[in-house]
């Protein structure tokens, strides 16, 4: 895969990029991340990006035309545009694993008061917002995306069965955790965990994920898909009830 990422500000993205999960995967050469400086596209001896809006109000706006200049040099055959804006499609596991399939992303980071309207008519495929919240550019929200796609890119965990496991997949949140030691300041680790049972911690598991989910995130069960026996013991904890102890 590759990614680029147009933005005004590059230097936020060097600590991120040089770090973990996004350096190794580059290193490995399992995705090639480059970060483009929107004003190397932008004409005159000012390179001016940005200018006030029509109608007036405050703040500035990004100007159109470098943004279409920088897209039409970087984009080749099967590249997605994204705008990253807080009016775009909520970003989730499951976009994540979609864009996951994209072989070249060209990611757009807005500044100021964003950008010009004719970006999103004419030049994106996708607009996504990292959440119900306003940042001051779309470097950190670029940098999520990144993150969460190429930690799906085959080769890139160490554990390939990792993501399956993780919260979202399925439509439950993960199960509690535990490492060692068995017991810490009178906070001891379920027994079933201990008991080298597979089947028994399988389930153990299940059922804290169902239950975990329906404490805090019931809205997902939608998605989840369940048994009928997984669905009376939802309806029983929807009423209150724990889970049993194995
Ligand atoms: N005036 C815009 C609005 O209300 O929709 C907000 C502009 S914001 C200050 C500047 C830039 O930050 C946006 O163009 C976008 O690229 C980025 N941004 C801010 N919040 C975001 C979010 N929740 N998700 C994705 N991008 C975001």
Partial sequence: MRIDVVTLFPGIFSGPLQESILHLAQTRGLVEIRVVNLREFAEGRHRVTDDYPFGGGGGMILKPEPLFRAVETLR????????????????????????????????????????????????????????????????????????????????VLGDATAPARDSFAGGLLDYPQYTRPAEFRGLRVPEVLLSGDHRRIAAW????????????RPDLLRHADLTEEEQRLIDEFRRGGRPPEP
């Fill in 205 to 216: 598991r299940r059922v804290r994920a169902l239950w975990r989910t329906v404490e805090r």
């Fill in 76 to 155: 080749g055959p099967g590249a997605r545009v994204i705008l990253l804006c807080p009016q775009g499609r909520a970003f989730t596991q499951a976009v994540a694993q979609e864009l996951a399939k994209a072989e070249h992303l060209i990611l757009l980071a807005g500044r100021y008061e964003g950008v010009d309207e004719r970006v999103r008519e004419a030049l994106v495929d996708d607009e996504v917002s990292i959440g119900d919240y306003v940042l001051t550019g779309g470097e950190l929200p670029a940098l999520v995306v990144m993150d969460a796609v190429v930690r799906l890119l085959p080769g």
